[in-house]
């Protein structure tokens, strides 16, 4: 048994088919990993700690029950999280200071653990934005992550690891939070397909919180059917997050191939094709052609609905660092330091005017939802902007870059809906740019079914980038 | 809203009232923050909602 020289391109379904017919060992992968991101790593900086010892392990037992039998849809995937989640022997760094001074947790996070005992072996945690309070990728306690694509690129945040991780082919599948956009912008200026399932979908237990009444979990992956897999494994109610819903299991890998048919495909109009780069709605265009989307919709009130995410997002995280931010402020990175001390001064009145219109904008989406299935829009405004920028100009009006980069993904995970961003080369573009796939609440499917069309027909694809 | 929003005296009470340290340098930025928010809160509130709209106690869509 060898590890093929493409490695780095491998799918996590690729590795586990071939390691499930004994053509590939599960140890010869963890350690080519390894290799792989001691070389890597230092260029991109996405890794905060490689779980070297654990995945040698790991990959021995996935070895071993293989050998005996076992069926394990992801016997062998390396995979990596980005560092909320816990794991067992580390502290939760949440791409804070602070939290380095935390006891190690003492068990996986719940999704960690789906997916080992699926056969996936984990290679350590990946670095963030500080407290998932941000778009960029940069971070001014452990550096910043740099876009794989273009190294003088921001890789998008908060998940900003977990995309250049995946980008540069260190692993296949890496993990991450979206509360705002937080998946779908790295996968978009990394060029990834990211899931952001339905809010409540999948268990947070065991991950540190940014803003409970937004924060979802999602994979990243360099194709459609592997984030199918790994959504696949990681649904099931654990009782432990007091959000999840008791949903049924919804599999999704196997009707993958059933196509688009019968899916009734809208553009996004309004608010989602005015402050655009031409890029991002290029990049929305080409998708709606290849899938024959012709009618356009109007979303009522999405700037609204972002306004309203905003001022949910600036509260809740502000409240949940209020003893932190109060007492140790210099501790905080300056870029989410000032927006939680704003956070503290919000009205109450304010907030519960936004919670209560989220009501109002979840039912005005369920009514259109009546008439189409599925919804593209851009994922961002522009492709990755390079490190430091710190001003953007949309439709004739300068703002700043952080808070504004998540414009489009905002009003989607306000209410909670399940989105693939699948990413898009444009003729002639060095970077890639990714559109938002979105679907009825609990679809994950449709949008998932979408993002592989398009990955078989080429008008999406995620490669590995050439560092 | 009434009036116009002072994001000045807004943080200068603020911080006061919950105990903030906010330096110097920090203080524009701060107060271009919850300018920011304030903006974003008077479009939120600037839409009319029925009485019987509630806050939903499960978020999901």
Same mark, same amino acid.
């Given at each position: 048994m060898s590890v093929p020289d493409d490695l780095a391109s491998m799918t996590a379904a690729g590795t586990a088919g071939a390691v499930r017919a004994g053509s590939l060992s599960a140890v010869e992968v963890a350690k080519a990993t390894l290799e792989r991101i001691e070389t890597i790593n230092p260029v991109v900086n996405a890794f905060s700690d490689v779980t070297a010892e654990r995945a040698l392990a790991e990959a021995a037992g996935v070895d071993e029950a293989v050998s005996s039998g076992a069926d394990l849809p992801l016997a062998g995937v390396p995979f990596a999280v980005k560092n909320l989640f816990d794991i067992e022997g580390l502290p939760t760094l949440a791409g804070s200071k602070i939290n380095r001074e935390h006891t190690a947790a003492k068990t996986d996070a719940t999704l960690i653990r789906k997916l080992t005992q699926a056969g996936a072996v984990l290679m350590g945690g990946l670095h963030m934005g500080e407290y998932a309070y941000?778009?960029?990728?940069?971070?001014?306690?452990?550096?910043?992550?740099?876009?794989?694509?273009?190294?003088?690129?921001m890789t998008g945040g908060s998940s900003s690891g977990s995309g250049a991780a995946a980008a540069s082919g260190m692993v296949p599948v890496t993990l991450g939070s979206d509360t705002n956009g937080s998946?779908?912008?790295?996968?978009?200026?990394?060029?990834?397909?990211g899931l952001k399932p339905t809010y409540g979908r999948l268990s947070r237990h065991g991950t540190f919180p940014f803003?409970?009444?937004?924060?979802?979990?999602?994979?990243?992956?360099?194709s459609a059917e592997d984030l199918s897999l790994v959504f696949d494994v990681m649904q099931g109610i654990d009782g432990s997050d007091p959000v999840q819903a008791d949903r049924p299991l919804l599999p999704t890998f196997e009707k993958l191939n059933e196509g688009i048919g019968g899916l009734r495909i809208a553009v996004a109009g309004g608010y989602f094709r005015e402050k655009a780069e031409p890029a991002a709605l290029a990049a929305v265009d080409k998708v709606a052609g290849a899938l024959g989307a012709t009618a356009?919709?109007?979303?009522?009130?999405?700037?609204?609905?972002?306004?309203?995410?905003?001022?949910?997002?600036?509260?809740?995280?502000?409240?949940?660092?209020?003893?932190?931010i109060t007492k140790r402020p210099r501790d905080f990175d300056p870029d989410t330091r000032d927006r939680f001390l704003s956070g503290t001064m919000v009205p109450g009145v304010w907030v519960q005017q936004a919670q209560r219109f989220r009501s109002w904008f979840r039912s005005m989406m369920h009514k259109i939802f009546e008439h189409v299935d599925v919804i593209l829009a851009p994922a961002t405004p522009?492709?990755?902007?390079?490190?430091?920028?710190?001003?953007?100009?949309?439709?004739?009006?300068?703002?700043?870059?952080?808070?504004?980069?998540?414009?489009?993904?905002?009003?989607?995970?306000?209410?909670?809906?399940?989105v693939v961003a699948v990413p898009v080369w444009l003729d002639g573009a060095d970077l890639p740019i990714g559109v938002q796939v979105i679907a009825p609440a609990w679809r994950e499917d449709f949008a998932l079914r979408v993002a592989h069309q398009l990955e078989l027909d080429g008008t999406v694809k995620a490669p590995v980038a050439q560092l | 809203?009434?009036?116009?929003?002072?994001?000045? $005296? #807004?943080? !200068?009470?603020?911080? =006061?009232?919950?105990? @903030?340290?906010?330096?110097?340098?920090?203080?524009?930025?701060?107060? $271009? #923050?919850? !300018?920011?928010?304030? =903006?974003?809160?008077? @479009?939120?509130?600037?839409?009319?909602l029925e009485d019987d709209v509630e806050a939903a106690p499960v978020f999901e869509a």
């Open positions: 941000d778009f960029t990728g940069e971070n001014a306690h452990h550096g910043n992550c740099l876009n794989p694509h273009d190294l003088t690129r998946i779908r912008v790295p996968s978009s200026f990394c060029g990834l397909f803003v409970g009444s937004l924060d979802h979990l999602g994979p990243l992956a360099r356009e919709i109007d979303i009522p009130e999405a700037a609204r609905a972002r306004a309203a995410a905003y001022v949910i997002t600036v509260m809740e995280g502000a409240n949940l660092h209020l003893e932190r522009f492709h990755a902007l390079p490190s430091g920028t710190k001003t953007i100009t949309l439709g004739g009006e300068t703002m700043p870059a952080r808070p504004n980069i998540g414009l489009f993904t905002q009003p989607v995970s306000f209410i909670g809906l399940p | 809203m009434s009036g116009e929003f002072d994001a000045k $005296a #807004h943080v !200068a009470h603020m911080e =006061k009232m919950i105990g @903030l340290t906010i330096e110097d340098d920090w203080r524009p930025v701060v107060e $271009a #923050h919850i !300018a920011a928010t304030q =903006k974003a809160a008077e @479009l939120v509130l600037s839409f009319p």
